[in-house]
């Protein structure tokens, strides 16, 4: 079982950053692989990055390329999403989200966190 735990979301103007961390426990944390979901109201929640289990692969969405970095040290069970020249389409509930023995998150999801908050005012 493992638990994730999310935090660093809050209210930005457009042209912001923030920094989102997932913190996950247990002692398998380089098994996983690890994403970043959100889900705006109405909308289909999508993947809008991910990394593969040692770090060295990464997966952007269109929407976010250029724009967002994911990171994980492996040390510290801590999955990041760097997130700079925010917009207001960027307003959503993130999430963290793990799949074990996978390399991306896109197609299976063991594991979700609860959440958090990203509001980008115009």
């Known amino acids: 079982q493992v638990q994730l735990v999310e935090s660093g979301g809050g209210l930005v103007q457009a042209g912001g950053s923030l920094r989102l961390s997932c913190a996950a426990s247990?002692?398998?944390?380089?098994?996983?692989?690890m994403g970043w979901f959100r889900q705006a109201p109405g909308k289909q929640r999508e993947c809008v990055a991910d990394?593969?289990?040692?770090?060295?692969?990464?997966y952007y969405a269109n929407s976010v390329k250029g724009r967002f970095i994911i990171s994980r040290d492996n040390a510290k069970n801590t999955v990041y999403l760097q997130m700079s020249s925010l917009k207001p389409e960027d307003t959503s509930v993130y999430y963290c989200?793990?799949?074990?023995?996978?390399?991306?998150?896109?197609?299976?999801?063991?594991?979700w966190g609860q959440g958090t908050q990203v509001t980008v005012s115009s």
């Open positions: 989200a793990a799949a074990r023995g996978w390399d991306t998150t896109r197609f299976v999801q063991d594991y």
């Open positions: 247990g002692r398998t944390f380089s098994s996983y692989a």
């Open positions: 990394i593969n289990r040692s770090g060295g692969s990464t």
